[in-house]
């Protein structure tokens, strides 16, 4: 019998993040493999004494990880189970700045990034010299993101070197950076998904009260047939960071697209209903494909 399992986080009451394993299971019992859908509360992988690896994941062909948790990710994978996506793409996305940091170099067309000064002890003052460095080279407004958030809730602009300081101050011992605003995409980008190398579905997202287009922040989207040149630089994009699924932002800036962000674990709810492409179906194929073919 084929059998999957779908992983998902085990405090996560999230109702777009149920409804992306709900839709999956569906998806891929549709197509004949008996779908299970677990929250990640049992330790479904660890080490044991002897330095082998526990895996309660067994009798599983392949294991959809919704989850963020890049630890029991790592060894489920060497434990020899087929992840989607890989624990290495998860990783990579995980973190903004990681991800910034493995596209470089890459033709890939980005907004001007500074990683944020690691800060371990909540005393110190924020270093104003090195604000200095940041104001000159990305001049005002200028995004701040912390590495780890997502629907829009770690993005900030700061207009001036008051606001700078202050969220500089407030994010000084997470990981974060500083990034160039761009401002001909105010309340505006692109969502792509990329499935097995392929763009399948996009929409562009649309925010009149706020510079963050995230559906979550009242973003509306509006199907898009992204120009060959977007197409191309998500396809890449996913294929360096290794991804079999992930939803791609795009801002528009003045001298052409920028890549903003890449989620490993985009929810397709919204963007099915924008654009009624079965997103859910095109990765279960997609996964079958790769499993069983
Ligand atoms: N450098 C930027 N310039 C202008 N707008 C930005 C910039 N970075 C992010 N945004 C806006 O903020 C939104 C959220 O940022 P993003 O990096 O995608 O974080 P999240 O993971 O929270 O979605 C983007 O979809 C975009 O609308
Ligand atoms: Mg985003």
Redesign the pocket.
Known sequence: MKRAVILINAYSQLKHSLNQSVRLKEELQKRGVKTEILHNDFFAAHTDGRGEIVNKLTGYDFCVYLDKDKYTSYLLEKAGMRLFNPHSAIEACDD?MTTFAILSQKGIPM?E?LPGLLCYDPEMPVKKSALDIVEGTLGYP??I?TCY???????F?ADCRAALEQKAEELKCLPHLF?????A?????M?VIVIGGKCVAAME?K?KD?????I??H?KGTKTDPPDEVKAMCIEAAKILGLDYCGI?V?FGEGGY?L??V?SNAFFGGIESVTGIDVGGIYADYMYGKIYN
């Open positions: 903004k907004p990034t200028l995004v993101k958030g997502s629907l829009g809730a770690g993005v602009k990034q160039k605003y761009i401002a995409s105010c309340g505006r980008d969502r997202r925010n706020d510079f963050r287009s995230n979550e922040l973003g932002d801002l920028l903003c962000e989620n």
